[in-house]
């Protein structure tokens, strides 16, 4: 499978860690051209340091999904640095204020919006862009939560914004699945992330580890095997879904 997606442009919003990081190095290692982006880049630097001394083909762009130029400019960077795109994979996220609702902050409801929602839909926008002009459609996979589904408690500017998610993939498939771009949405369970310690160390074990089939939590990994699926030729039928990677989690609902 090394080479499977060999000749595919691959641009990976949130590349900086965790799912996005592993997103980006599976697709360099099956032979896609990988534009990593996030708002650090000093990380982004050493991994696609690390990817081209693999051998593979990467390089970056510093952006925040939030600002509309920034989305732009990094689908650009995509374009010039390897004259098209193919795929899109939407992994930048936050945790942000975990709160109880009486007491969040409206700066921290609109950064959760701004960064988990907003910005997928900045990413489907100018990525779906450079798919149409290039004529050759596409796959964008967005990733969400198992609190698109599951809420918790203090966490309601989270989980409003990947509930949100599951309507923009749905309604982003239904307008350019004709068009020849399939857009799906991957919703990770527990998953051994820095966000996902972040969020223990404020909510505690009862609410971020809810109970999972397989008794364990995922990795980076294997939601990236995920979205990698969901962006190959063996998905061609499959758009406009939700792929839960979460260890039996949301049957517990």
């Known amino acids: 499978m090394s080479g499977e997606m060999h000749g595919k442009v691959v641009l990976v919003a949130g590349a900086s860690s965790g799912i996005g990081r592993a997103t980006a190095e599976l697709f360099a290692a099956r032979g896609a051209s990988v534009l990593l982006a996030a708002r650090r880049g000093d990380e982004l630097s050493k991994i696609v340091g690390r990817i081209v001394a693999s051998g593979g083909n990467a390089c970056f762009s510093v952006a925040d999904v939030s ?88 966490g309601a500017a ?43 160390e404020v909510l505690g074990d009862d609410l971020a580890l809810p109970p999972i089939h397989l008794g364990r939590i995922g990795k980076p990994q294997e939601v990236a095997r995920a979205i990698a699926y969901l962006c190959s030729d063996e998905s061609s039928f499959v758009t406009g879904t939700t792929l839960m990677i979460d260890g039996g989690g949301a049957s517990t609902l």
């Not at 923009?168 to 369970?189: D, K």
């Not at 051994?192 to 310690?197: K, N």
């Open 67 to 154: 600002s509309a130029a920034d989305v732009e400019a990094m689908v650009a960077a995509a374009i010039k640095a390897f004259g098209r795109l193919d795929i899109c994979a939407n992994a930048a996220g936050i945790g942000g204020e975990l709160a109880p609702i009486v007491d969040l902050s409206e700066e921290g409801w609109n950064k959760s919006i701004d960064i988990n929602l907003k910005g997928a839909f900045l990413c489907i926008k100018y990525a779906a862009r450079a798919m149409l002009a290039g004529g050759h459609g596409g796959a964008i996979v967005n990733v969400g939560s198992l609190a698109s589904f599951r809420p918790f408690a203090n």
């Open 158 to 200: 989270y989980g409003s914004a990947k509930h949100g998610m599951v309507g923009l993939t749905s309604c982003a498939s239904a307008e350019l699945a004709p068009q020849g771009i399939r857009v799906n949405l991957v919703c990770p369970g527990v998953i051994d992330t820095p966000m996902h310690e972040q969020a223990r």
